[in-house]
């Protein structure tokens, strides 16, 4: 059914309408969830206390006073984010049964609105990686795997082989929201963006996936990993979605004292035609080594839709792009280091039995909650924080991300509104070959066109563009200016109506399509 | 022998008074049950962030201005990292880069002697102020093989006042710390008890030969009392003269005060050489004060710390006060120090003098001579005393009036200690103890004792 804009959507009408109730598409859901459990997407489903709210929600719609939009909505949580009652786990031995006695700000705001939340969702261990592969509850499948698109394209080697040992991977580490999103069985997910960690999964799984300002939305909760550049990020199945999901999010918490004072007005986006007015800047450091050919080709044909329909499309430099990659090493591992200390076994999470000294049982502890991944990490990290080290790392690293960030400043400063870049190097690549290399080199590799933005802090957004050779998503990113998200999705919403990206063709989403999911392009709520 | 130059430096944990803590909203409260008054954030639960308490920083500005000190307009926040099992977030939140407030200096008194009767004014620069996280308390229980930890003390706010080794002696370093506490108490920044840890004392003990550089510095610490401060630190000097005559060399050591034995003992060596690896605390925004000057027009007062305006409204520190004692009493400056560093003798006194007609010059011998020493005599503070100045006041003014002799005003203040009930004039006339001003009547009790002792009389006349 066409719709007018604003702020109610199609589920939310459809709620709204009665032609659907907030149980039903909660039902629909938890059984779409259990029958992609393969995916490994969730870590924990809280089917319950969802019913339970889902409940509530259909009273309040009977009432005739829906919370808002989002009243009713299924939703999935990255499970590195406080919920309260519900496990959090990080994907991570230390927090294995720990439950928090407080919900996180982001997620406090989502149940607010009666959001129903489905479940707490897959990740990297603690966060730290770009595959969604190294937590202790095994990888993510990316739903894409398992799409007849992808089917057609793949080339069976044997006709012994599994069909399934081909299955690519979401991306991280919000993989399993990603993925989440991308199968249907939730209608936006939170995530957390480090480096790249949601706008990655989300150009592998074929979402939406908006990084945030920094200090827009409270990181109250979500458990860090750097603090001075973590955000919570948004998945959803279009750019609408997002704007609805970043206007019930944005705001100023006193919990968190870095979060901005001023006022959040939420906004509707506008049905942008006249693209003129806006001018489109190209980095042509974003021409990374390693970058595919088709998205390089992707990326040309995007700027081109931009320049044909009027707007100005520049070629802009970044120079100290080339630096980033070390730059956030050391200041990623530093803030890691700082931030795993508290997980000593004493007051929360995994407590080693060795207690022949409060020593050993530390060490004991932390070497059995901890995956290589993080250890690792603390190490590089307790290294450069060194005294003799200090100096010569993290000082200069945080000079370093200066210079970058001003780079972004200069930039816009000259009249650029948006940046437009690749995501990712590639489409998703098969878990067999991804688990070739460690995490360490991957990441180095993988987040080299997203990390910039959180260095600087600046907004950033994936859009789903077009499907590989091989039938797999690929996505193009868009960089706005501080606290600009407005613009940044204006933009990026009239990119997603120019492309239409073809839906996902998955089996188990088929069983369960009828009613809501129907006559749609992208099953969105909006 | 040469002479030895000892060097005595302090660094002071100062308690803020205030509600709440540092960076969280639990109470501060002292001896509240265990883990009674832990927050999330103090039990260092993931994803929790610090919120500074604006009530900390205003107690830390109170003490800079106090001390002379100059208050940074922008301070930063850092991380100190280090295990145990009291700091559960592995690392203490401090000031390590740029404190609050730097540069200031602290005036104190000594007596030349020990009766009080020669003042003495020494300075000691005031290096830094810093706001800074306490630790929860450990509970060793060897029986059990077992550590109790205690959080309510996590998080609480603390000063740390660092004063530069401009001190020489145990003595020294007692009357400057004493001076700060009076201040802190006096500004209500911190209650600066040392039997309940609201002020601690670490001393930094180092001994040269004059002209030679800074010896290596002990650290001492497990400082109890500032009586004790002054023992442990003369001890320090001396053990360090002995063991360097005796041509051994000096660690650069942790020791702790044994008070039962009078000595330093090296401390179990707790953390070694210790690498903090101090990062900035990225949840904190720079601390960003303001002066009148600086501050934006349309800020909104409840959201700012304005130094000025905390500066116009500091009470009279001790030095003010004790000035304006000898300016308005005519007391002596020895005076004025004993009166303030008794709780709530200064008070005692002028509600005595408000109350007689007896010259403060005079009143000022009762208090420090009779009403105090009976006092310690029996371990009572001013607020206990069974003599209320209403009484005292009663007493003195017999005495001004003549109507008593001051050998029977000290019997009347004895009975009086008693705390009876009974009024001064009642005392005196039980014991009749009253001066007899009639000249005949005196005229004829002479008299009589000459007439009774006729022989002594005689012999006095012959000489």
């Known amino acids: 059914?066409?719709?007018?804009?604003?702020?109610?959507?199609?589920?939310?009408?459809?709620?709204?309408?009665?032609?659907?109730?907030?149980?039903?598409?909660?039902?629909?859901?938890?059984?779409?969830?259990?029958?992609?459990?393969?995916?490994?997407?969730?870590?924990?489903?809280?089917?319950?206390?969802?019913?339970?709210?889902?409940?509530?929600?259909?009273?309040?719609?009977?009432?005739?006073?829906?919370?808002?939009?989002?009243?009713?909505?299924?939703?999935?949580?990255?499970?590195?984010?406080?919920?309260?009652?519900?496990?959090?786990?990080?994907?991570?031995?230390?927090?294995?049964?720990?439950?928090?006695?407080?919900?996180?700000?982001?997620?406090?705001?989502?149940?607010?609105?009666?959001?129903?939340?489905?479940?707490?969702?897959?990740?990297?261990?603690?966060?730290?990686?770009?595959?969604?592969?190294?937590?202790?509850?095994?990888?993510?499948?990316?739903?894409?795997?398992?799409?007849?698109?992808?089917?057609?394209?793949?080339?069976?080697?044997?006709?012994?082989?599994?069909?399934?040992?081909?299955?690519?991977?979401?991306?991280?580490?919000?993989?399993?929201?990603?993925?989440?999103?991308?199968?249907?069985?939730?209608?936006?997910?939170?995530?957390?963006?480090?480096?790249?960690?949601?706008?990655?999964?989300?150009?592998?799984?074929?979402?939406?996936?908006?990084?945030?300002?920094?200090?827009?939305?409270?990181?109250?909760?979500?458990?860090?990993?750097?603090?001075?550049?973590?955000?919570?990020?948004?998945?959803?199945?279009?750019?609408?979605?997002?704007?609805?999901?970043?206007?019930?999010?944005?705001?100023?918490?006193?919990?968190?004292?870095?979060?901005?004072?001023?006022?959040?007005?939420?906004?509707?986006?506008?049905?942008?035609?006249?693209?003129?007015?806006?001018?489109?800047?190209?980095?042509?450091?974003?021409?990374?080594?390693?970058?595919?050919?088709?998205?390089?080709?992707?990326?040309?044909?995007?700027?081109?839709?931009?320049?044909?329909?009027?707007?100005?499309?520049?070629?802009?430099?970044?120079?100290?792009?080339?630096?980033?990659?070390?730059?956030?090493?050391?200041?990623?591992?530093?803030?890691?280091?700082?931030?795993?200390?508290?997980?000593?076994?004493?007051?929360?999470?995994?407590?080693?039995?060795?207690?022949?000294?409060?020593?050993?049982?530390?060490?004991?502890?932390?070497?059995?909650?901890?995956?290589?991944?993080?250890?690792?990490?603390?190490?590089?990290?307790?290294?450069?924080?060194?005294?003799?080290?200090?100096?010569?790392?993290?000082?200069?690293?945080?000079?370093?991300?200066?210079?970058?960030?001003?780079?972004?400043?200069?930039?816009?400063?000259?009249?650029?509104?948006?940046?437009?870049?690749?995501?990712?190097?590639?489409?998703?690549?098969?878990?067999?070959?991804?688990?070739?290399?460690?995490?360490?080199?991957?990441?180095?590799?993988?987040?080299?066109?997203?990390?910039?933005?959180?260095?600087?802090?600046?907004?950033?957004?994936?859009?789903?563009?077009?499907?590989?050779?091989?039938?797999?998503?690929?996505?193009?990113?868009?960089?706005?200016?501080?606290?600009?998200?407005?613009?940044?999705?204006?933009?990026?919403k009239w990119f997603e109506k120019q492309i239409k990206f073809p839906m996902i063709q998955l089996e188990e989403v088929k069983r369960h399509d009828h009613g809501v999911f129907q006559h749609q392009k992208s099953a969105s709520f909006s | 022998l040469a002479p030895w130059v000892p060097v005595v430096g302090l660094e002071i944990h100062a308690q803020i008074s205030s509600n709440s803590k540092l960076f969280s909203g639990s109470q501060v409260q002292f001896a509240a049950p265990p883990n009674s008054l832990v927050s999330f954030f103090d039990a260092s639960l993931p994803g929790t962030l610090p919120v500074l308490n604006r009530r900390c920083v205003e107690a830390a500005v109170m003490t800079g201005l106090a001390l002379n000190c100059s208050i940074n307009k922008k301070s930063l926040f850092d991380r100190k990292h280090y295990f145990y099992a009291d700091l559960p977030a592995g690392y203490q939140i401090t000031q390590q880069r740029v404190p609050i407030a730097v540069n200031g200096r602290l005036s104190y008194s000594l007596c030349i002697d020990n009766k009080m009767s020669q003042m003495v004014t020494k300075t000691v620069r005031i290096k830094q102020i810093q706001l800074e996280q306490d630790s929860g308390k450990s509970l060793h229980d060897d029986t059990r093989s077992q550590t109790l930890v205690d959080l309510n003390r996590a998080g609480v706010g603390l000063m740390e006042v660092v004063m530069e080794p401009d001190m020489c002696c145990g003595e020294e370093a007692a009357a400057a710390v004493r001076e700060l506490q009076l201040i802190l108490q006096t500004l209500g920044s911190s209650q600066a008890v040392m039997a309940e840890g609201k002020l601690r004392v670490d001393a930094n003990v180092s001994v040269h030969h004059p002209g030679e550089p800074y010896g290596v510095r002990t650290e001492v610490k497990n400082i109890n009392s500032i009586r004790f401060l002054a023992k442990a630190v003369d001890y320090e000097i001396q053990r360090q003269i002995e063991e360097l005559e005796n041509g051994g060399t000096i660690l650069n050591e942790t020791r702790a005060f044994d008070s039962k034995l009078g000595c330093t003992v090296p401390m179990r060596d707790k953390e070694g050489k210790q690498d903090y690896r101090f990062m900035p605390e990225p949840n904190l925004p720079p601390l960003i004060l303001y002066d009148a000057k600086s501050l934006p027009a349309n800020m909104n007062h409840q959201q700012v710390v304005n130094i000025d305006w905390i500066h116009e409204r500091l009470p009279d520190l001790p030095s003010v006060k004790r000035a304006k004692l000898v300016e308005q009493y005519g007391i002596l400056p020895e005076h004025s120090f004993t009166l303030l560093n008794e709780d709530g003798l200064t008070e005692f006194f002028e509600n005595v003098v408000k109350q007689t007609q007896m010259k403060p010059k005079k009143v000022i011998g009762w208090i420090l001579n009779d009403l105090l020493s009976y006092l310690k005599q029996h371990s009572l503070t001013v607020k206990e005393s069974p003599v209320s100045p209403f009484l005292l006041a009663d007493l003195l003014n017999l005495l001004e009036k003549k109507e008593i002799s001051s050998t029977a005003a000290k019997q009347v203040l004895a009975e009086l200690w008693k705390g009876e009930g009974k009024a001064p004039l009642e005392i005196v006339k039980e014991k009749e103890l009253e001066l007899i001003q009639d000249q005949k009547e005196l005229e004829q009790i002479c008299q009589a004792v000459i007439d009774g002792q006729e022989n002594e009389v005689i012999m006095m006349v012959l000489g």
């Open chain 1, 1 to 492: 059914a066409a719709w007018k804009g604003g702020l109610r959507f199609q589920v939310s009408a459809a709620l709204k309408e009665g032609r659907v109730t907030p149980t039903e598409l909660c039902q629909r859901c938890l059984s779409l969830i259990k029958s992609t459990k393969f995916l490994n997407a969730y870590i924990t489903v809280a089917e319950e206390t969802a019913l339970k709210q889902a409940e509530e929600s259909e009273k309040r719609y009977r009432r005739g006073q829906p919370l808002g939009v989002l009243d009713g909505i299924p939703i999935a949580v990255k499970d590195n984010f406080n919920t309260a009652g519900i496990e959090t786990t990080c994907a991570s031995n230390m927090l294995k049964g720990y439950v928090s006695p407080y919900n996180a700000t982001v997620v406090q705001k989502l149940l607010d609105q009666g959001a129903v939340l489905l479940g707490k969702t897959n990740l990297d261990e603690f966060a730290m990686g770009s595959g969604s592969t190294d937590g202790v509850f095994g990888p993510v499948r990316n739903p894409w795997s398992y799409s007849r698109q992808y089917k057609e394209k793949s080339v069976p080697k044997s006709h012994s082989e599994d069909k399934d040992a081909n299955w690519v991977i979401t991306g991280g580490s919000s993989g399993g929201s990603a993925a989440a999103v991308s199968s249907f069985t939730c209608f936006a997910a939170l995530g957390s963006d480090t480096g790249g960690s949601t706008r990655n999964p989300a150009a592998h799984c074929g979402v939406v996936g908006l990084k945030p300002t920094y200090g827009l939305i409270s990181r109250h909760g979500l458990i860090p990993l750097v603090n001075s550049m973590d955000v919570p990020g948004i998945l959803t199945r279009c750019v609408d979605d997002a704007a609805v999901v970043l206007g019930s999010l944005a705001g100023h918490d006193p919990k968190d004292s870095t979060t901005i004072q001023d006022n959040f007005n939420p906004f509707e986006l506008p049905n942008l035609t006249d693209i003129s007015k806006f001018s489109i800047g190209i980095p042509k450091e974003y021409h990374a080594p390693g970058l595919s050919s088709e998205i390089l080709a992707l990326w040309s044909k995007a700027a081109d839709l931009f320049k044909n329909a009027g707007a100005k499309v520049n070629e802009v430099s970044l120079p100290h792009t080339r630096y980033s990659i070390v730059c956030y090493h050391v200041l990623c591992t530093a803030e890691v280091a700082s931030n795993m200390a508290r997980f000593d076994g004493l007051e929360y999470g995994h407590r080693s039995d060795m207690n022949k000294s409060t020593e050993s049982m530390y060490a004991a502890t932390r070497r059995e909650g901890f995956n290589d991944v993080v250890r690792g990490r603390i190490l590089s990290g307790n290294y450069f924080l060194l005294k003799q080290n200090y100096e010569n790392y993290f000082i200069k690293a945080q000079k370093v991300r200066r210079l970058i960030a001003n780079d972004f400043v200069k930039v816009f400063r000259s009249g650029v509104d948006i940046l437009l870049t690749p995501t990712t190097l590639s489409d998703a690549v098969p878990y067999m070959e991804f688990i070739k290399e460690d995490n360490r080199t991957r990441s180095t590799q993988d987040d080299i066109l997203t990390q910039a933005a959180n260095m600087a802090g600046l907004p950033a957004i994936n859009v789903p563009t077009a499907l590989s050779e091989r039938g797999l998503p690929v996505g193009l990113q868009f960089i706005g200016r501080s606290f600009q998200e407005k613009q940044l999705l204006t933009v990026a």
